[in-house]
Each structure stands twice: as structure tokens, then as C-alpha cells.
């Protein structure tokens, strides 16, 4: 028996509204196919611990070491790539792009010089990441004396900077189902394109969260 407990949420605009950056087929595959696979995998490995079955996919990914050891790592590709890609839908928008603002803004210039450093340093850490995974704004988990600060970190495959403690702001997508289609093996360009599609007010909600 399948218990559905973590269900596919609804892209939040048409799958053709965000071209030109991305594809009408690209949004099809990577949500209806790729996102909807993540949360078919989680239901499937938790269907034996209905001692799980609370906790939200969150939850999960920031308490990995209390997964059964079983499906530890089902766990943490599935949830993970359901928590990553339901963030990834809602921080993106047609008509988005531009800057943020207010505190956000001022936070980015004070941490890396401009707007376009971050710009630039985000782009190369999701250069950068070789084979398959996310490049992220995180909130650092704060210890002891260090104090909690905006940093931009990547990771593989779709582990999430939760499992670390730290808070993820916003994150792009730079496994090749994310851009191949269209932008084939040129990465930068799409990660340069995908700027134009970014919903501030929605990484201004989660800033303000953490
Ligand atoms: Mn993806």
C-alpha cells in the first residue's frame, strides 16, 4: 500500500512561463518526470517506517543520522531532491530577475562587495561543481563564537545544506536535466540566463525567515 505522504506540489505559473531562459520541454521533463520521480522514491523507501511518516521531508533531511540506516540514503536523495525542487519552483517567476532589496540586498554587499560579485561567485561555484548537483545562498548554521552569515556553498546531488545545519536562501539547479535540452553542455550560459528568471520577493520571504 502506497501511503502518499509526501505529494508533488504544483508548479506555480505554466510550463511555458519561463521562456526564453528555459524550456517549455525542459520544465515538463524536470517536474512532471524528475521531480515527480523524487517523490515517488521517498513514499517507496518510507513505506516500512510508519514511525516516519510525521515528519515532514524537511525534518528528515535535517535528522539524517535518525533515518534507519535501511533507507538512510534513499532518504537523502529523495527528500532532498522533493525539498530542493519544490524551493527551485517557487523561487523562480516569469517577468522575475532584476536585484533584490532592503535587507537582503544590503546583506549581499556587505558580504561579497556588489551584487555582481555575488552574481559572479555564485555562478562559479555552479561552474564549478563537477557532475551533478545545486549551488546555493545559505544561512551558516552559527557555533560557539562564529556568528550565522550569508555564504554561498555548492553541493552533490541533491543533498540539501539543511543536512549541515545551514539555512539554504535560495539554490539553482546545475544537474544536466536542469538546462541540457537547451543550453546542451554549456552550463555557464544557463546559469547566466537563469538570473532572468529569479523571484526576489520570493528569496526575500526566505532571507527574513532565517
Ligand atoms: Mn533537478
Known amino acids: 500500500m ?3 505522504i509526501h505529494t508533488l506540489p504544483q508548479l506555480p505559473y505554466a510550463y511555458d512561463a519561463l521562456e526564453p531562459y528555459i524550456s517549455k520541454e525542459i520544465m515538463e521533463l524536470h517536474h512532471d518526470k ?44 529523495n527528500a532532498g531532491g522533493h525539498v530542493n525542487h519544490s524551493m527551485f519552483w517557487e523561487i523562480m517567476k516569469p517577468g522575475g530577475g532584476g536585484e533584490p532589496t532592503g535587507a537582503l540586498l544590503e546583506e549581499i554587499k556587505k558580504t561579497f562587495g556588489s551584487f ?7 555562478n562559479e561555484a555552479g561552474a564549478k561543481r563537477f557532475g551533478s548537483g545545486w549551488v546555493w545562498l545559505v544561512r551558516t ?3 560557539g563564537s562564529g556568528q550565522a552569515k550569508l555564504e554561498i556553498l555548492s553541493t ?12 539554504p536562501i535560495m539554490g539553482n539547479d546545475v544537474w544536466e536535466h536542469a538546462y541540457y535540452l537547451q543550453y546542451k553542455n554549456v552550463r555557464p550560459d544557463y ?6 528568471v529569479v523571484n526576489w520577493q520570493e528569496v526575500e520571504k526566505r532571507f527574513n525567515k532565517t
Open 156 to 167: 552533490a546531488n541533491q543533498d540539501n545544506p539543511m543536512s549541515d545545519g545551514h539555512y
Open 34 to 77: 524528475h521531480h515527480a520521480g523524487y517523490v515517488k522514491n521517498l513514499n517507496e523507501a518510507l513505506e516500512k517506517f510508519s514511525e516516519l511518516f510525521g515528519k515532514s521531508a524537511e525534518e528528515l533531511l535535517m535528522n539524517l543520522n535518525t533515518v534507519p540506516e535501511a533507507i538512510r540514503m534513499a532518504v537523502r536523495n
Open 141 to 143: 548554521h552559527s557555533t
Open 191 to 196: 546559469l547566466k540566463a537563469w538570473w532572468n
Open 2 to 4: 502506497n501511503k502518499n
Open 116 to 122: 555582481e560579485e555575488f552574481q559572479n561567485t555564485f
